[in-house]
């Protein structure tokens, strides 16, 4: 029975209880958030380390021709998980897979170009998952596919560093290849696809590199947030070794090329589908291999073999001193004991195997990739495991270690079991798949990686009818060479296989069929200046998006509706709408006349160059000096071989452009410039071009000195005289 006080006493305590209330509630508060913070500075942090097209052809695999100290030296601390598997053998796929916990046909992301915020936008991704429970969570480099780093998964947007690459001299010649491309009739489209060379050794400093100034960013941002109360989920995502091998000369130099062995099964598998295999578009993506035959067409030489291998070596050596300096830091700030470390590779990568290069296949070399975890109350004795996992275990993982609510929706198993006891028995079976399209049948081959057998299965998307099957028995066929899957003593080992994929996996989902292409207009430039390419935002700001050379043409995906703007020298503007699914603008500038009145005057930019004499510059003809960016600028202008200077000494040049008509100004710095007498030089420039021999006292050329001066008085006066 509840106690009731007079009306008298409520009233004149009502203020009293009032406060004694706001103060509970501000304590029971206070002291909520307390409990919180200490559950979160609790809590280990996360250092997720992502390397792209990484094979696990590193020391702690066994491996021995690829020096990786630094790989290992973190494995020997965690456990090396040497079968795990990708989802979806390319980078934006398998990417979407792990961060989202989820199998590609959940994702619908299995191709590059897909934006997973479009078909699944309200996932919560492993970062965001961290997020929500107290931790601070930050990328740098590539994480997710490079266009779409999903800001809405970190506590800090994502940014990429300012960083080189290529040489000066590298770019250069790719300027010059995509120019005479244009002058061989490729399309804009060819010509835009193409990049600077696939393999490069640089003298660069480590932290000038793209990978090496990501480093930078994530070793300040550990600093940065070892300060601060919260736990951390620190990613850094590195690009090497993916295509291009353009490292520093010290990593290239651990290795002879000589000395490194090429792929000893450099054939397609036999017995395989067709369309099983890659194409590998992406290497011919690059000059050096633009026009390399696929692996069905041809092969590349063995110098070209030699080349990449040396520079895949390379670029993971490069990306294992980083891992180094990352590893090293957090032993430095003391943050070791209480930081789960996890190593990743995207994918695999094939090095001449099967006769092809890159990934994007089913099979072993490009599904399996390396998994190093070192959490700190692991116990494990035993430092590998033959277990089969996925990528798409590691959401889930994490979340366990670091003791928050695993999601039911997930598709992965938490591995934490395996960092205690790594020999225990595990998964059954791991999966992974890719797509591809025959004639005009788009498949879907799902890949089923047991302890023994790879079993792949190809669908008609459309029919779902079962159309190839491979099978590759790893206890005799561990490089998959020959598929079994047609052999009479296999047929009951499919028909098992079979249900074991089906019984786990999902049935595919409906095929739909892609949507019409986005519109696309392509603007000509018919006339004789480059033009510069402008996309009118829906808020009315403007955003460069290229420059049209003469004679070339720039096709945009675009929408309807969408505008654009052309400006060009001399004032020229231009703006176009997108009212048809396909349409060319074809765009000659026709000479402006001068502007007159309160017309707009165009800007004038006037560089000059202290100490520059013809010809030093590439452009000009000098095969020795490197001038790619002055080489840029002249080629939009035009260019006088025939132009001098008042004088060598810098200050009457520059006086002269100055000066009033005064004769009394004139003079001294005529003087200056042009003493007669003993300082007096005059050069026969028709037979001594390199001014070799003063002809100043010869006899022969004495009537042409009184000319000269006249000459030089008259063209000085007439350049002193001011508009």
């Keep these: 029975m509840a106690l009731k006080f ?26 909520q958030t307390a409990l919180m913070a200490n559950e979160a500075a609790s809590k280990p942090n996360v250092l997720f380390i992502a390397v792209d097209d990484l094979r696990p052809e590193l020391g702690c695999y066994g491996e021995t021709a690829i020096r990786t100290p630094n790989i290992d030296r973190l494995a020997s601390s965690g456990v090396v998980f040497n079968r795990a598997y990708c989802q979806l053998a390319v980078c934006n796929p398998s990417r979407v897979s792990m961060m989202t916990g989820l ?52 506590s800090e947007p994502h940014a990429w560093p300012k960083s080189s690459l290529w040489s000066d001299e590298a770019k250069a010649q790719h300027a010059e290849f995509r120019k005479k491309m244009r002058a061989d009739g490729h399309t804009e489209r060819q010509v835009n696809r193409i990049r600077a060379v696939a393999t490069e050794i640089v003298d660069t400093p480590d932290h000038k590199h793209v990978d090496g100034a990501i480093a930078e960013q994530a070793l300040a941002a550990m600093k940065r947030l070892a300060q601060q109360d919260k736990p951390f989920f620190l990613a850094a995502g590195f690009v090497r070794p993916h295509l291009p091998f353009v490292v520093p000369r010290k990593y290239w130099d651990l290795y002879q090329a000589d000395s490194i062995s090429l792929a000893q099964n450099s054939f397609l598998p036999n017995n395989s589908p067709a369309f099983a295999m890659n194409t590998m578009y992406e290497l011919r993506d690059y000059m050096d291999f633009d026009g390399t035959p696929t692996p069905r067409d041809g092969s590349l030489t063995e110098a070209q073999q030699r080349r990449l291998k040396h520079g895949y070596y390379a670029s993971v050596s ?26 990743w590779g995207d994918h695999g ?29 692991a116990s494990a004795t035993i430092r590998k495991t033959n277990a089969l996992v996925e990528l798409v275990d590691v959401y889930p993982t994490l979340c366990e270690l670091a003791g928050l609510p695993v999601s039911d929706h997930l598709e992965g198993r938490s591995i934490v079991p395996l960092l205690s006891e790594p020999d225990q028995t595990w998964k059954q079976a791991a999966f992974s798949q890719f797509q591809r399209r025959h004639g005009r049948t788009p498949l879907m081959g799902y890949s089923m990686r047991t302890d023994r057998y790879r079993y792949i299965e190809w669908q008609d998307r459309i029919t779902q009818e079962v159309v190839a099957k491979e099978l590759y028995d790893h206890r005799i066929d561990p490089h998959e060479n020959t598929n079994v899957a047609d052999a009479a003593e296999h047929q009951n080992t499919i028909v098992e296989l079979n249900r074991q994929l089906w019984a786990t996996l999902p049935r595919p989902p409906t095929y739909e069929p892609p949507k019409p292409r986005r519109p696309q207009a392509t603007f000509r430039n018919r006339g004789d200046v480059s033009l510069t390419l402008f996309w009118i935002q829906p808020d009315g700001k403007e955003k460069q998006i290229g420059i049209i050379h003469p004679g070339a043409e720039t096709p945009r995906n675009t929408t309807l509706g969408h505008r654009f703007r052309i400006t060009g020298p001399g004032g020229f503007s231009k703006t176009f709408e997108i009212k048809k699914q396909n349409q060319s603008f074809n765009i000659k500038p026709a000479p402006k006349p001068a502007a007159t009145g309160n017309s707009r005057r165009p800007n004038i930019v006037f560089c000059m160059a202290d100490d520059s004499s013809w010809p030093h510059a590439r452009i000009l003809g000098d095969p020795v000096v490197k001038t790619p960016y002055f080489d840029g600028i002249a080629r939009e202008l035009i260019k006088g071989e025939g132009a001098f200077s008042f004088a060598i000494d810098p200050l009457p040049s520059k006086q002269f452009r100055r000066l009033s008509q005064s004769d009394s100004e004139v003079k001294p710095f005529a003087d200056l410039a042009f003493a007669a007498g003993a300082n007096e030089v005059r050069y026969e420039l028709r037979t001594d071009p390199h001014q070799l021999r003063n002809v100043a006292g010869h006899p022969d050329y004495g009537n042409t000195r009184e000319q000269l001066w006249s000459q030089l008085n008259s063209e000085l006066n007439k350049s002193c005289i001011p508009s």
């Design 6 to 31: 007079p009306k008298e006493i409520r009233q004149r305590h009502a203020g009293r209880v009032a406060l004694y209330c706001v103060a509970f509630f501000v304590l029971q508060l206070t002291l």
């Design 103 to 154: 199998r590609p046909d959940s994702t619908k992301v299995w191709t590059l170009d897909v934006r997973f915020r479009d078909t699944i936008p309200d996932a919560v991704t492993l970062p965001k998952q961290f997020m929500k429970h107290g931790y601070h969570a930050v990328s740098y480099g590539k994480i997710f596919h490079n266009p779409w780093p999903d800001n809405e998964s970190w």
């Design 318 to 343: 490069f990306i294992d001193a980083l891992i180094g300096q990352l590893l090293d830091e957090l032993e430095r700030l003391d943050l070791a004991d209480n930081t789960i470390v996890v190593l």
């Design 349 to 377: 990568w094939k090095l001449g195997e099967h006769n092809s290069w890159c990934k994007q296949s089913n099979y072993e070399i490009d599904a399996r990739v390396p998994l190093i975890i070192r959490a700190p109350d």
